[in-house]
């Protein structure tokens, strides 16, 4: 007997995949791998990828559903109608930057393939991966990005390495030039209908952006380019719908490399892990979660205090210390008890208007301790040597972006990564979340007795 195939056709100019010559099964079969079940307060209700009506997907999702057609004895024909437009670039690549063993299969495997996500740790170069990809297609490059410290990073990056001048959207920008970096929110706000230039290739920076996961979505499904790409270093979530979004735009991930093969090789430092424990003179009266945390983390003052003697401490060793919090009204505290001990510190916000003075004053050395709310994803500063995750929360992706800011071995085999636990029911657990996040990411480089914590 035959095999059936099932046909899918992939039009040109579009981001959606639509299936065609199929007996109802298959359509039924593509629908429930690709719905997920969203939650809107005490209920929930399913979405679905699969468009029943015009019988689409995004693109990003056809290894997924080739992989499901396969195992249910179905061979996939796919017909793609995408042309490659854009421009060549004519970069020049400086030389000072080698791509190390892992860097170059990273970028081997993405030039045999046309989407999919690059997973690399923080401070493993994957922004020197994203330029020599764009540099060896070398055709017109759209790199999206969602703060404005990551378009002026990736800007300087692009103008050192490939020497040539960036085009900027957002930040009250729009110059398109053949490699243009763009704010994500610019591009919805405006729209991508006033793009002038013709792009070949997409590049998404930290596509694993949970919270931007509809507005990356809403963007990815109407850009068209055939070449998508997407950088990470922590491809993992807890909402299958999100995961799928993000799928469904740059593909599945087709390279990964863990924490732990990079500390191995020395590219990253070894963590060492400590805990702050402290004793709070009353219990919590709040019971809401925003009072609550008012209550224990920002305003508590043996928690404060305790972090600040662990700060200064490390700060007398010689490390570089970020102080990461969660609202400004906590780094303000927390700088003024810095100011009353005579420590030089500095406190960088959104609100900062002398933020690239600061980060050059900690990068030089003028200034030992940085307090900051922004710096979680992207920003590069290798002189950090320690960190102390003073704002609690529980988010996985977040706490390995942050603690990755110090495990870049600027001089130093080792990093310090603290953590403060807290004994209020509520925000043990996301203590213990944290924990779990930093076993998984550096895997046998975990503290052992920590772990006997995290498993009771």
């Given at each position: ?50 468009n029943p009506h015009t ?267 970020l102080i990461d919090v ?98 209020d029911p509520l925000l ?29």
């Open positions: 007997m035959a095999m059936k195939v099932v046909t899918l056709r992939i039009p040109d100019k579009s981001a959606l995949v639509y299936v065609e010559k199929a007996d109802p099964r298959v359509y039924f079969m593509i629908y429930e791998e690709l719905t997920y079940r969203k939650s809107f307060g005490k209920w929930e209700k399913p979405e679905s990828l699969y019988k689409s997907f995004p693109v990003g999702l056809i290894p997924r559903v080739k992989s499901l057609l396969n195992s249910k004895g179905y061979r996939v024909r796919i017909i793609d109608e995408r042309e490659i437009e854009g421009i060549e670039i004519n970069a020049t690549w400086n030389e000072k930057y080698q791509l190390r063993k892992y860097q170059q299969k990273t970028l081997k495997k993405a030039l045999k393939t046309n989407m999919g996500v690059l997973a690399l740790p923080v401070g493993s170069g994957k922004t020197i991966i994203g330029l020599r990809l764009i540099y060896e297609l070398n055709l017109s490059t759209l790199i999206i990005v969602h703060t404005k410290e990551l378009l002026y990073q990736w800007a300087d990056n692009i103008r050192e390495v490939l020497g040539i001048e960036p085009g900027l959207v957002g930040d009250n920008n729009w110059d398109e030039r053949p490699v243009t970096v763009a704010m994500i929110q610019t591009l919805l706000s405006r729209g991508v209908d006033k793009l002038q230039k013709p792009y070949a290739v997409l590049l998404f920076d930290e596509c694993h952006r949970t919270s931007a996961a509809e507005k990356f979505y809403e963007l990815g499904i109407s850009l068209t380019q055939k070449l998508r790409f997407g950088l990470s270093a922590t491809p993992w979530r807890r909402i299958r719908g999100e995961e799928l979004k993000i799928e469904g735009i740059v593909g599945p991930i087709i390279y990964e490399i863990k924490a732990e093969d990079l500390i191995k090789e020395k590219f990253l430092a070894k963590p060492r892990f400590m805990i702050i424990e402290y004793e709070s003179s009353m219990p919590p009266l709040a019971e809401r979660y925003k009072e609550l945390y008012e209550e224990i983390i920002m305003e508590n003052k043996e928690r404060n205090k305790a972090i600040v003697r662990i700060a200064y401490k490390l700060a007398k060793q010689g490390h570089r210390v969660k609202r400004i009204e906590h780094g303000n505290v927390l700088i003024e008890m810095f100011k009353k001990k005579g420590i030089k510190a500095e406190f960088l916000s959104s609100q900062s208007p002398n933020r690239w003075e600061i980060f050059e004053k900690f990068k030089n050395g003028e200034i030992n301790v940085l307090i900051s709310t922004l710096l979680k994803e992207g920003v590069d500063i290798p002189e950090i040597s320690a960190i102390i995750l003073a704002g609690g929360g529980k988010s996985d992706i977040m706490t390995i972006q942050t603690i990755g800011r110090a495990l870049r071995p600027k001089g130093r085999s080792h990093a310090v990564i603290v953590d403060v636990k807290d004994d043990f657990t996301h203590f213990i979340e944290r924990q779990k996040a930093l076993r998984q990411y550096y895997g046998k480089y975990y503290d052992k007795e920590l772990e006997k914590i995290i498993k009771k």
